[in-house]
């Protein structure tokens, strides 16, 4: 149906106009789009690696059995279950130029802090900074997987005099890289269709001169600001085939690095 | 038992369906002798609260619909004026269901004209004995498209009266009483009043930038310097007029004389109501909008302030503007397309915006002037004893009589607005030179209008 709609004038009430490709063409012609693609595209690079990593630090970590762990990882867990247009709100809030706790902070060590949300370069920084706070569900998803790591590869590498670092980059990350290609496939999804956090921390607009103006961001402009149903439905395929690219990309990748213990 | 539970299922599905589909606009039932009609309105909390009383006073009033001899009883829902809810609405017409009245921002009605989601009113007016006369130039002009009328005015904000903080003045070494009149002078005094403190500013003078929003910053300074947004006989956007670059220019030389980002820095402190910054004495000079009178009144009666006709340029560098420039804002009513009960629902929006009683009820609910300028109210504001007894509207009034601005009356206008909002950022943020910044907000609402155009014409010779 959108497809269908992708090749229309269409405003939302009235008949749909069939106008060919034109829709496609206008996109490709609109700086705007590239500006969100490439705003889209920033953030997706910064916060799905940054998340991973952090994820699994953490899972790592949490992995321990030290006492008290199960409160850790409950505290680690929480954020991500709080929900989305709250967080945002509430990051609002932190990320405050005057009033906020990060700048606030910053301060403390004598540091004048930016104006994040406010400023464009410090947007999506800040954007990224937030994406950080939920990774408790990543972070679950790599303890549950490294539950999973066979006792004996442990002992039989120490064994051979592998020291802990060793155990990681060579046992603990082999075993669970099937976890980590699916959460970097399940973020870069999520990094392109990156909207509500956006929507709702600058109010529709697209921030400090469109520095948080992403793709899923636009495509709603054009949708429901700008009644242009057509554009935003050629937006959409555009967006699925786009991540449709770089999920086979990563998968043709991922057989370099991703061991399978079943095969 | 499996199958008589999915026919079970299939049962009550069609039954739930019937009854949503039986839905109508309003669920409850008329009483006899008696029309209902529904009215969708904008405003939550106060406003919203005054406003329902103002219906309550027409459903007092017992108006009779035409031509029957039924009472009119309006039913208000909230419906903010936001893009999900006027989605709603667009549904609503769409699907044959829609409110009898709905209220439509004044630049939007071109908008919704031209998608047809709004009745032609133009007869049901004639026959009212409405004439454009009655009400303000600006106002009018909003309502008409394409040589139809599609709504009334509800009411007419003048955007804006200068408003100044007496205080700061004086904390500076300034003449309280004397507000600036030209570009040069407010610069100057913008200069005296914003004081700084270590590397950030402990309240600022003006920021030009920050009237309303980028756009409706732009519109307002673009006026002041002369500007025109819109050629109508030509239909041509002509944000790029050289008037109108040169208040963008001076826009950005606030930022290159003051840094928007230590502006920014001081900014997010602000709010609304008792947070607002000109109550707090951090924004010493601030085009304001009517509203901003309750809001002063309200959490600072003791504030000491002015109001002023805008400044405007008025040497080599600036050029020459608009003396006493200003633009209208303000709510309309409409009906939508495919109401069940037009006539009764036109009575409404006919009491409600041309009869001495509704628009003083419009001045109670909204706190600003009705845009009918023949109304009761707006002759004893405009009269001697109107003047002493409430000096500050009557200033404004004497702001709005003199208004000769509207936003454009476009069918893109919501694009307009977001590509003035863009240039404006890029003007700003990126550096951008003025020119080119409305160069390329001018070409592309440019295009979106004339894809419009295209679309009614291709609609038309169906």
Not at chain 1, 58 to 86: E, H, T
Not at chain 2, 5 to 33: F, H, Q, R
Not at chain 2, 117 to 123: F, G, N
Not at chain 2, 229 to 242: G, Q
Request: aromatic share 12%.
């Amino acid at each position: 149906m959108s497809f269908h709609y992708s090749l229309t004038e269409f405003d939302g009430t009235a008949k749909p106009v069939f106008v060919g490709v034109d829709k496609y063409r206008q996109l490709l012609a609109d700086e705007l789009f590239w500006l969100s693609l490439r705003n889209t595209a920033v953030y997706t690079v910064f916060a799905v690696p940054l998340g991973v990593l952090v994820a699994l630090a953490l899972a790592l970590l949490l992995n321990m059995k030290l006492r008290g762990m199960s409160l850790y990882r409950a505290m680690f867990f929480v954020p991500s279950v709080v929900p989305v247009v709250a967080a945002s709100v509430l990051w609002v809030w932190f990320l405050n130029p005057q009033y906020g706790i990060f700048n606030g902070l910053l301060r403390l060590v004598g540091v004048a802090g930016p104006g994040w949300l406010s400023s464009p370069a410090w947007t999506k920084p800040a954007l990224v900074l937030m994406s950080l706070w939920s990774v408790g569900g990543t972070m679950v998803l790599y303890l549950a997987s490294l539950q999973d790591v066979p006792e004996q590869l442990y002992e039989a590498a120490e064994i051979d005099g592998a020291g802990p670092w060793r155990k990681t980059i060579h046992i603990t990350l082999p075993i669970i890289s099937p976890v980590i290609l699916f959460t970097v496939i399940m973020g870069l999804i999520g990094g392109f269709q990156y909207f509500t956090q956006a929507y709702v921390m600058t109010g529709g607009t697209g921030g400090a001169a469109d520095a948080a103006l992403f793709y899923c961001l636009y495509l709603f402009q054009k949708a429901f600001n700008f009644q242009d149903m057509g554009g935003a439905s050629a937006m959409a395929w555009m967006l699925f085939v786009v991540i449709l690219v770089i999920t086979l990309l990563t998968f043709r990748v991922s057989r370099q690095f991703v061991h399978y213990e079943g095969k | 038992m499996v199958r008589l539970a999915k026919y079970l299922i299939i049962a009550a599905c069609a039954a739930l369906s019937v009854y949503v589909l039986s839905i109508g606009p309003i669920d409850e039932t008329p009483a006899e002798n008696e029309v209902l009609i529904s009215v969708w309105y904008p405003w939550a909390g106060e406003a919203g609260e005054r406003l329902r009383e103002a219906i309550g006073a027409f459903n007092q009033a017992g108006v009779i619909e035409p031509g029957t001899s039924n009472r009119i009883r309006v039913i208000a829902l909230y419906a903010r004026n936001d893009i999900s809810t006027n989605q709603k609405l667009f549904i609503a017409i769409a699907g044959g269901s829609p409110p009898d009245v709905t209220f439509v921002d004044g630049p939007q009605v071109a908008e919704w004209a031209h998608r047809r989601a709004l009745s032609d009113l133009t007869e049901m007016i004639r026959r009212a004995g409405i004439r454009q006369e009655d009400y303000y130039p600006p106002c009018w002009r909003q309502t008409v498209y394409r040589g139809r009328v599609y709504a009334l005015t509800f009411c007419a904000d003048p955007n804006f009266g200068l408003f100044w903080n007496k205080d700061a003045f004086r904390r500076a070494g300034l003449d309280p009483e004397r507000p600036p009149r030209t570009i040069a002078e407010l610069d100057a005094l913008a200069e005296r009043l914003t004081v700084r403190s270590g590397d950030f500013y402990d309240s600022i003078g003006l920021v030009p930038w920050g009237v309303y929003g980028s756009a409706n910053s732009m519109y307002t300074w673009g006026w002041v310097f002369g500007g025109q947004f819109y050629d109508d006989r030509a239909d041509r956007i002509t944000c790029d007029d050289p008037h109108i670059v040169r208040a963008l220019q001076w826009i950005k030389s606030y930022d290159r004389r003051y840094d928007k980002e230590r502006i920014a820095a001081l900014q997010s402190g602000f709010g609304s109501g008792e947070r607002n910054p000109f109550i707090l004495g951090k924004l010493a000079m601030h085009p304001t909008v009517i509203s901003g009178l309750r809001e002063i009144r309200r959490y600072a009666p003791g504030l000491q302030f002015g109001i002023a006709p805008l400044p405007y340029p008025d040497d080599e560098i600036w050029g020459t503007g608009e003396i006493n420039s200003s633009w209208v804002g303000g709510w309309c009513l409409a009906i939508p397309t495919g109401s069940r009960h037009p006539e009764a629902a036109f009575e409404f929006v006919r009491w409600l915006c041309a009869t001495d009683e509704g628009t003083e009820w419009v001045v109670r609910a909204t706190g600003s002037f009705p845009g009918m300028r023949t109304c009761r109210y707006l002759r004893w504001l405009a009269s001697d004893q109107g003047a002493a007894e409430d000096p500050a509207r009557n200033k404004l009034l004497q702001i709005l009589e003199a208004c000769k601005h509207q936003r454009p009356v476009i069918p893109v206008q919501a694009y307009y607005l977001d590509q003035l909002r863009r240039a404006v950022d890029e003007c700003l943020y990126k550096d951008v030179p003025a020119s080119r910044a409305l160069a390329s907000a001018r070409v592309n609402t440019q295009a979106a209008l004339d894809r419009a155009r295209a679309q009614a014409r291709r609609r038309s010779t169906r």
